[in-house]
């Protein structure tokens, strides 16, 4: 038994997670190669190895004639038979080459060679584990700054965190901790190329499914998402146990389990509302925290029109058209938002509609000098009783990015006079 090497192997195979028996293939692949820069060839060379001792036996098969023209593979029968006297013409004698006989430089290129294999294997094995990961999200350690891209230590890999996947104002500090959602792993002849980001929408997802246990079992489904990176995101949650409120169990105890999704997203502000397979009644909660007086949608046209009081029409669009930004792409929905005033002026409302008294909500939450612009601070007397909403404020200098999909607004200015 070959003790030092089986020793070498088993080492070597904890370690790196490279199976036995790759090893010994770049092994017997080493013996050949050395060979053949020994000799020439090695085309009658072969290798015998005891996958279990890692005993091994190398040698040449020369078949014996009468007259020797190619002393690599051919043998004279006085030759054969002095090694064994049953030889005669014709046959294949199998004699064993000593490796300690091999020059320096075919001894450098086995080593080479098997060094070779298993920087490939290792790389091989890093691509697969990470491979795993594509569509989910990792915990690495910040190491520095790359420009503007940051570089991670994932454990057995780096990723790079470039510019255009940073949430814009997050400072990343040495040796801080970081959840990433890993967006495509690619094998590349340097190791496996791993792109990361914290903008994605997924990344949001795969947080819930890691802190709220319904959403992870499938009794609680995430069924749409609409994100503004840094700022504010909305979630759309249904439930498969009707004894299970699905926007509870995501917001938890106190607000327990979306204030540590948003902790681990410093701080941006979190809409969890409750999904419905009528489009009216999903816009209307999209809308949220903004009360509603109708919705009429068209679902082949994929556009719905909206009317809120009036006073509830900057709250409905939000800050920067943020609010409504985002329902829209919430819904997949070309959204027409419009006030009570702008409603009985084109005739969707009736002109005595004010004295009827429909939809009227209490006006003293109407401030007289408002001037137009709602800065989104708003308390819990906003929320429907059927939402939950876990938002943190941001600074006022946050912007949100105007470009999106699956979805598009229109917005009605109202003057002051009409609010």
Not at 162 to 176: A, D, H, L, R, S
Not at 268 to 278: C, F, G
Not at 336 to 358: C, F, H, R, V, W
Not at 360 to 372: A, F, I
Request: glycine fraction near 6%; charge should be negative.
């Amino acid at each position: 038994m070959n003790t030092e090497l089986l020793e070498a192997l088993n080492i070597l195979e904890k370690e790196k997670d490279i199976s036995k028996g790759t090893l010994l293939d770049a092994i017997e692949n080493s013996l050949l190669n050395a060979c053949k820069n020994h000799f020439g060839k090695a085309d009658n060379v072969k290798v015998i190895m005891d996958r279990e001792t890692c005993d091994y036996r190398l040698f040449a098969e020369k078949t014996v004639v009468e007259d020797v023209e190619d002393k690599l593979e051919q043998i004279s029968l006085e030759e054969a038979q002095e090694i064994d006297g049953s030889y005669t013409l014709g046959d294949v004698v199998q004699i064993p080459i000593e490796s300690k006989s091999f020059g320096r430089i075919a001894t450098q290129n086995a080593k080479n060679l098997i060094l070779q294999k298993i920087r490939e294997e290792e790389r091989k094995v890093v691509y697969d584990q990470y491979f795993e990961k594509e569509k989910d999200i990792v915990t690495g350690i910040v190491q520095r700054y790359v420009g503007r891209n940051v570089s991670i230590n994932l454990g057995k890999a780096d990723a790079m965190l470039t510019e255009n996947e940073q949430v814009k104002g997050e400072v990343f500090e040495p040796t801080e901790r970081v959840k990433l959602y890993v967006v495509e792993v690619k094998n590349t002849t340097k190791g496996p190329k791993i792109l990361v980001s914290r903008t994605h929408p997924e990344l949001v997802k795969r947080l819930f499914e890691s802190e709220v246990t319904e959403v992870k079992d499938g009794i609680v489904e995430i069924k749409s998402i609409a994100r503004e990176a840094g700022s504010r995101t909305k979630i759309a949650v249904w439930s498969n146990d009707p004894d299970v409120d699905p926007v509870g169990a995501c917001v938890g105890m106190n607000g327990a389990r979306v204030n540590a999704i948003v902790k681990e997203l410093r701080g941006e502000k979190i809409d969890i509302i409750n999904w419905s397979d009528n489009p009216a009644i999903l816009i209307e909660n999209a809308l949220s925290p903004a009360k509603v007086i109708s919705v009429m949608a068209d679902p082949d046209e994929k556009a719905a029109s909206v009317i809120v009081p009036d006073y509830q029409l900057s709250l409905a669009i939000g800050k920067e058209g943020q609010n409504a930004r985002l329902a829209a792409r919430l819904t997949g929905y070309k959204i027409d938002i419009k006030s009570e005033t702008q409603a009985i002026e084109s005739g969707e409302l009736p002109e005595n509609y004010m004295e009827l008294g429909e939809g009227v909500y209490e006006e003293e939450m109407y401030d007289e000098d408002y001037e137009g612009e709602y800065e989104e601070e708003y308390s819990e007397e906003n929320y429907s009783d059927s939402e939950l909403e876990a938002e943190v404020m941001r600074s006022e200098d946050d912007t949100a990015d105007n470009d999106y999909d699956g979805g598009e607004i229109v917005f009605h200015e109202v003057e002051d006079s009409e609010v």
